[in-house]
């Protein structure tokens, strides 16, 4: 079962884990070194744990912690060509063990099947993922400047998603501390999503098994976490869903740690209605009224004994019997 925490996520930093029963891998690392350390082991992990670090994009906020956890720990390192070009300038003393990825393809790491798709940002070659296992689908989306249908299309049926959602719009319009060139690159084709397009995106991809909207990134002056859980949920319910959860991560503290979906024995379980004890009688009785009756037993019927005569001749016997002997004399 596939399972994710977010370990910090803001403008500041970004850095989430997922785990299954064989695999732990970080996606991304843009919290200090020292802060991935202390948050892995709030949430019962080490970075000796960690099987492998999934990399978005190259920019510091998802970042900012790789040179050091490369020098001294030997995690492998998940991104596709462009985005190892564009950073290796920054490993001076440590030699990390790339593994590239090649965008819009899909590999098999353990027991995950990790498939990573181009979104517009402004990034060398920025990537979301579809991480799936047995039985869970989960769908990351990072910065991303607007919603494409190949986003729609490889998120289709996730159980969670872990998605962006940087900005209220009347709240950056508001904003006195960003200039309007800014505004525009945070609010423009590539760079950040905002409330009202991460709940268009919610409400096409709503379904009955989505378990988890977690969201992400979030400004810190440019947001609020009320309002942008409000628009999500809402969107949800606009959808006919209402079993969803929907999540902010904090900057400052972990999640705990979420199922991406939900267990079969707790769906079978949640369709199980137990009659309380004041209707418990009434329901015995109906079921034994509507029970079909039990087939009557059958009686057995004794055949009629054989008769046997005794004649000096047992062939005889037995011929006759078998009405054989009245026959052949018939015949001579």
């Known amino acids: 079962m596939l399972s994710l925490t977010v370990l910090g996520s803001g403008s ?194 709503a379904h009955e098994h989505l378990q988890h909207v977690i969201l992400g990134h979030l400004s810190e002056d440019c947001n609020c976490p009320n309002v942008a859980k409000q628009k999500i949920t809402a969107a949800l319910h606009s959808a006919g869903v209402t079993s969803a959860q929907v999540h902010c991560a904090n900057r400052h503290e972990p999640l705990p740690w979420l199922e991406v979906a939900r267990r079969a024995n707790a769906a079978l379980a949640a369709t199980v209605v137990v009659p309380s004890p004041e209707v418990a009688p009434a329901v015995e009785a109906l079921e034994q009224a509507l029970s079909p009756a039990p087939a009557p037993t059958p009686v057995p019927i004794p055949s009629p004994p054989v008769q046997v005569r005794e004649e000096e001749d047992s062939g005889y016997q037995v011929m006759e019997q078998l009405g054989l002997w009245s026959s052949m004399r018939a015949a001579g």
């Open 12 to 205: 500041s930093g970004n850095c989430a884990v997922i785990r299954t029963e064989r695999t732990c891998l970080l996606v991304d690392a843009g919290l200090s070194a020292r802060r991935i350390t202390q948050r892995l082991e709030q949430v019962g992990l080490s970075v000796g744990q960690l099987d492998g670090i999934l990399l978005t994009h190259e920019h510091g906020d998802h970042t900012a912690g790789l040179e050091v956890l490369c020098r001294k720990h030997e995690v492998p390192l998940f991104c596709t060509p462009l985005t190892q070009e564009t950073l290796m300038s920054g490993f001076e003393k440590a030699k990390p063990r790339w593994r590239l990825m090649q965008t819009g393809a899909a590999f098999q790491f353990q027991d995950l099947r990790i498939e990573c798709f181009p979104v517009p940002h402004d990034a060398v070659d920025p990537v979301g993922f579809l991480i799936q296992d047995e039985d869970s689908r989960l769908g990351v989306l990072s910065d991303v400047g607007f919603i494409t249908n190949l986003i729609r299309d490889r998120l289709k049926g996730v159980h969670t998603l872990f998605m962006e959602a940087n900005y209220d719009g009347p709240l950056l319009e508001a904003d006195t501390k960003r200039p309007w060139a800014t505004k525009q690159r945070i609010s423009g084709r590539h760079g950040h999503l905002s409330n009202e397009q991460a709940a268009e995106l919610v409400q096409h991809l």
